[in-house]
């Protein structure tokens, strides 16, 4: 079912105004964090709720923030990652537009649980609009006595900045992201030290997702336990879908984890566009392995998701109907991958490479049968092989269209050309 909790108010136009948020109970959670908890007792509230990241990889947020050492001299860093990089996600960008001191607060939660004087949000740098609500809803919040100095003559100090990026998918990346803060280039670094023990600056820092801080007010206010009742047992909360594609009804829908994926594509996305059939599903933004119809009854949480054989990850969920050239999908994907690498591993700078040049071989009815094994061969030597997951992903589309759609492989090599009908985006010449 659909269940508004970070989208209760996302329809009002004055939601973003610091003096409609005040009206309807917002800054109370934060207020009463600062004046009535301890930090170990706000992170271990946020523990009580169960609630993992919503950015990708689905880390406990309790947990992470349980890693920053409190014993360090060093100064501590809160950072909001608002980069939304991943193809086919774009709910990010609707919370900072629509309800952005839900995100102000949900940081400023946060920073205080961890002891950081500093928060961070980093924006991918195409969205302006998002970027200048942030950026007037921190000024507003400062205004109010909400984030500076002695906040509410509580004592505790933040300050708050909006850092607008290039717009590389790879500074979505946690590491890259803080290098990219520091002024550097955006590329990964090496883990271990993780970033709850040496990030920005190589002081302690916590990196969190946009919507996974949105729902920190709601937690604070309802109890870690009430959230923890809301979805599954493993996969509590709710998740902001974005559904793309072959779908009649394309938008952002937050539903309780653990709803059937039928349900959000038949029932809110309306079903699949001009009747026909449905053919691949990718569940969680393009890094994602791809999912067939027999799956659309898999439940949306963490865990049945893996059971099908993919991942949640960013809540990217891309639909597509029979008249989908999968070779053609996976060659927009090869280049995108390709063009996003940061270059700094050889495997993947150069497999990214081979793997677009491959397919690309195919496409244009060049190809040989021994290219589907090379292309597998490829995959194996860039998946695991790299530092940051950014190769893995690159592989991902490709092993899931070859292991799912080889036979639309071999239509192209034998008959130089598609065997279906591409009229999917068939404008984008990637
Ligand atoms: C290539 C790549 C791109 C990523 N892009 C994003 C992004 O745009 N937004 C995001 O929140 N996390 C992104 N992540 C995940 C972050 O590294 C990090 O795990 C996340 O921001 C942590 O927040 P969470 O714990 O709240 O999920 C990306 C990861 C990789 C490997
Ligand atoms: S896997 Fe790719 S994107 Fe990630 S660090 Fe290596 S070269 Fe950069």
């Known amino acids: 079912m659909e269940k508004k909790l970070l989208f209760a108010n996302i329809d009002d136009p004055k939601q973003p105004e610091i003096d409609t948020y005040i009206s309807k109970g917002g800054y109370e959670s934060f207020k009463k964090v600062i004046k009535e908890m301890k930090p170990e007792e706000v992170i271990e509230e946020v523990k009580k709720s169960g609630i993992r990241g919503r950015g990708g990889a689905g880390f406990p947020a309790g947990m992470k923030w349980s890693f920053v050492p409190k014993d360090s001299p060093k100064p501590k860093y809160l950072v909001c990652n608002g980069d939304e990089s991943e193809p086919g996600t774009c709910k990010d960008r609707v919370l900072m537009e629509h309800d952005p001191h839900l995100v102000?607060?949900?940081?400023?939660?946060?920073?205080?649980?961890?002891?950081?004087?500093?928060?961070?949000?980093?924006?991918?740098?195409?969205?302006?609009?998002?970027?200048?609500?942030?950026?007037?809803?921190?000024?507003?919040?400062?205004?109010?006595?909400?984030?500076?100095?002695?906040?509410?003559?509580?004592?505790?100090?933040?300050?708050?900045?909006?850092?607008?990026?290039?717009?590389?998918?790879?500074?979505?990346?946690?590491?890259?992201?803080?290098?990219?803060?520091?002024?550097?280039?955006?590329?990964?670094?090496?883990?271990?030290?993780?970033?709850?023990?040496?990030?920005?600056?190589?002081?302690?820092?916590?990196?969190?997702?946009?919507?996974?801080?949105?729902?920190?007010?709601?937690?604070?206010?309802?109890?870690?336990?009430?959230?923890?009742?809301?979805?599954?047992e493993k996969s509590t909360g709710t998740r902001i879908f974005c559904l793309s594609g072959h779908v009649k009804n394309p938008g952002n829908y937050e539903l309780e984890l653990g709803t059937p994926m039928s349900y959000l594509i038949n029932d809110l996305g309306g079903g699949i566009v001009d009747g026909k059939k449905l053919k691949a599903i990718i569940p969680g933004g393009s890094s994602t392995p791809i999912l067939t119809p027999d799956k659309i009854d898999t439940k949306l949480d963490f865990e049945s998701v893996v059971e099908a054989g993919s991942m949640l990850g960013s809540g990217g969920v891309i639909v597509m109907h029979e008249d989908t050239d999968m070779v053609w999908v996976a060659k927009v994907l090869a280049h995108f991958y390709m063009h996003e690498s940061c270059g700094e591993c050889t495997p993947c700078r150069q497999g990214t490479k081979w793997l677009h040049d491959t397919i690309t071989r195919i496409y244009n009815g060049h190809?040989?049968?021994?290219?589907?094994?090379?292309?597998?061969?490829?995959?194996?030597?860039?998946?695991?092989?790299?530092?940051?997951?950014?190769?893995?992903?690159?592989?991902?589309?490709?092993?899931?269209?070859?292991?799912?759609?080889?036979?639309?492989?071999?239509?192209?090599?034998?008959?130089?050309?598609?065997?279906?009908?591409?009229?999917?985006?068939?404008?984008?010449?990637?």
């Open 367 to 430: 190809g040989k049968m021994e290219d589907i094994d090379i292309l597998l061969d490829l995959c194996d030597n860039i998946e695991g092989k790299t530092i940051c997951p950014l190769g893995d992903a690159a592989v991902i589309p490709i092993r899931s269209t070859i292991n799912l759609f080889r036979n639309e492989y071999e239509h192209y090599i034998n008959h130089k050309k598609p065997l279906v009908e591409n009229k999917f985006m068939s404008f984008v010449n990637g």
């Open 104 to 232: 102000v607060e949900g940081m400023a939660i946060a920073s205080y649980a961890i002891g950081a004087g500093h928060a961070f949000i980093y924006i991918r740098g195409e969205f302006d609009y998002p970027a200048s609500q942030m950026r007037k809803a921190i000024d507003q919040a400062y205004q109010k006595g909400f984030l500076g100095k002695n906040i509410q003559g509580s004592g505790y100090d933040l300050e708050m900045i909006v850092h607008t990026g290039g717009g590389a998918y790879i500074c979505g990346e946690e590491t890259a992201l803080l290098n990219s803060l520091e002024g550097k280039p955006g590329q990964t670094r090496i883990r271990p030290p993780f970033p709850a023990v040496e990030g920005l600056y190589a002081c302690p820092t916590v990196v969190n997702n946009v919507e996974t801080l949105s729902n920190m007010s709601l937690i604070i206010k309802n109890g870690g336990e009430w959230y923890s009742k809301i979805g599954t």
